[in-house]
């Protein structure tokens, strides 16, 4: 493919503007309701709003908030507004990060570099986690060079607190649990991992990236969610994606401690560069101010009145869909069903999970394809309350269409994620992906379509491999 070149006169705006909108035609129409995930997107002025304050600090950089007292300030009040929200004392405090993966990697470093100097005889630290935990405390385990403890979920997806209080040892110095956790909307025991860490005197993270700006609603509204914040003696940090239910724009989430000498660990000085001496709190250098600014109009545009009725339609959601997908014989519900994350996958065989999924994308859903068990996860909000009933009858018709074609699991996409979500070969599979990606930034590589089976030897295992693997499931299933 040619490479883009810098044109040498400048554009027109309309052309720049009209190109740019152009290139997104074929992305994901979060505006309709047809993607769960992805995008929190609320209808009507909203989205204008925040626009309009994010613009106003457009070139705004929070490297140095001497310079840009204003986010600093953006900064405090979001805390401030979050602690309350999340009940934290009179001592919690918070920092902004870029995301929820930020937020849980300061998490992880704070704990680690506290460790060190607590307790420097430990050599390989580890974090005790839940098995369901987010993926981003694989990736701050691989940055900064601690092991993972993971402990089994139950069948609800909630965390086994025995295997959990077994799986710590000297070197461990975090513990995790998730409020709730991605894949199937499920809060872990976090009462009981709080007494866990006072009892040994560990930090407990509380992964609320997902949950920390809607739980609190949803408690309003009166659903029967296990407690999860600084209520529990125990919890000494909480990370809550404003970029989620905070219906910011992306590029913000809020981490926040119990007290401030939790958070200290995290902040980084450097005294020797000829540029001047450096601190940061994060892990980024240049700070935007468009996404804090944002992110604080957002929940000032809808108070708690605002974020409450947005709270209610999603909850409405959820529960139809889940009362929907549980009247479908051959699906059934994954996850302990207290939140705005609704998860299904198939009754013992009944259907193949990923060949209803590629029914559902014929028919023009964005669906998110779940392994370990095969599944696909739904994030619910308002704005797919008007769609539930649609969505229902497609999956009706997918599930049948599936049913009535049993080599639909063969084919397409279905073959590539029943692949790669069986192959007990997990190296080969992770080696496959990390080609896929590479190859979309090779400029000599020829344009992949990523519905397609991949080149290589995991190509040639697509050709083959979910009938042999699924024929494998059910005599290792009959035998068990
Ligand atoms: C529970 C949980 N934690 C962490 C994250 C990571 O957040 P981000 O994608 O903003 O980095 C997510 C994202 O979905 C999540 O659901």
């Known amino acids: 493919m040619a490479r883009h070149a810098l044109p040498t006169k400048a554009l027109p705006a309309t052309d720049i503007l009209d190109t740019l909108a152009g290139y997104r035609t074929d992305d994901a129409d979060y505006r309709g309701g047809r993607t769960w995930s992805l995008v929190y997107h609320v209808e009507g002025t909203h989205e204008e ?14 490297l140095n908030p001497m310079a840009f007292k204003s ?12 602690v309350g929200l999340m009940h ?27 460790a060190r100097r607590r307790r420097p005889w430990i050599r390989r630290p580890n974090i005790v986690l839940p098995a369901t935990a987010h993926v981003a405390f694989d990736k701050a385990a691989h940055l900064f060079g601690l092991r993972l403890k993971k402990v089994r979920v139950g069948a609800d997806g909630a965390v086994d607190v025995r295997a959990f209080r077994r799986a710590i040892d000297r070197n461990t110095v975090l513990l995790v649990g998730s409020a709730p956790q991605y894949a199937h909307g499920t809060i872990d025991p976090i009462a009981e991992l709080g007494a866990i860490a006072v009892k040994k005197g560990l930090r407990l993270h509380v992964d609320a990236c997902f949950g920390g700006w809607m739980s609190p609603f949803l408690e ?32 913000i989430s809020l981490l926040l401690y119990r007290d401030v000498e939790l958070l200290k660990p995290q ?28 992110a604080w109009a957002s929940v000032h545009g809808q108070g708690e009145e605002g974020l409450l009725a947005l709270a209610k339609e999603a909850w409405t959601a959820a529960e139809r869909l889940r009362a929907g997908i549980l009247a479908i014989p051959q699906l059934r519900l994954l996850g302990a069903g207290h939140h705005t994350i609704v998860t299904w996958g198939a009754r013992d065989g009944a259907v193949d999970v990923y060949a209803v999924a590629d029914a ?28 539930v009933d649609r969505y229902l009858e497609d999956l009706r018709a997918s599930v049948a269409e599936a049913v009535a074609n049993p080599d639909a699991a063969n084919e397409g996409e279905a073959a590539t994620y029943g692949t790669m979500a069986r192959l007990p070969a997990r190296g080969l599979v992770k080696s496959a992906v990390a080609d896929v990606i590479a190859r979309s930034y090779d400029p000599t590589a020829p344009e992949q379509d990523l519905t397609e089976p991949p080149e290589g030897l995991m190509g040639k ?18 035998r068990a």
């Open 49 to 62: 709003l925040v626009a309009q304050a994010g613009e106003l600090f457009l070139e705004s950089n929070f």
């Open 461 to 478: 295992a697509m050709a083959v491999m979910p009938r042999l693997l699924r024929r494998w499931e059910r005599l290792v299933g009959e």
């Open 88 to 114: 934290g004392p009179s001592t919690a405090t918070g920092c902004a990060t870029s995301g929820g993966t930020e937020s849980l990697l300061l998490a992880v470093l704070s704990a680690r570099d506290d």
């Open 360 to 387: 559902m994308t014929r028919r023009g859903w964005h669906v998110d394809r779940q392994q370990l068990p095969p599944s696909v996860h739904l994030t619910v909000n308002a704005n797919n309350l008007p769609v």
């Open 71 to 82: 986010l600093k300030r953006i900064e405090r009040e979001l805390v401030d507004v979050a």
């Open 220 to 251: 309003r509204l009166g659903v029967a969610i296990p407690p999860w914040d600084f209520r529990v003696p125990g919890v000494s940090s909480i990370s809550a994606d404003l970029h989620k239910y905070g219906y910011a724009p992306k590029g």
């Open 267 to 294: 902040i980084f000085v450097a005294t020797d560069f000829p540029g001047g001496i450096y601190a940061s709190p994060g892990l980024l250098g240049s700070r935007p101010g468009f996404p804090m600014a944002a």
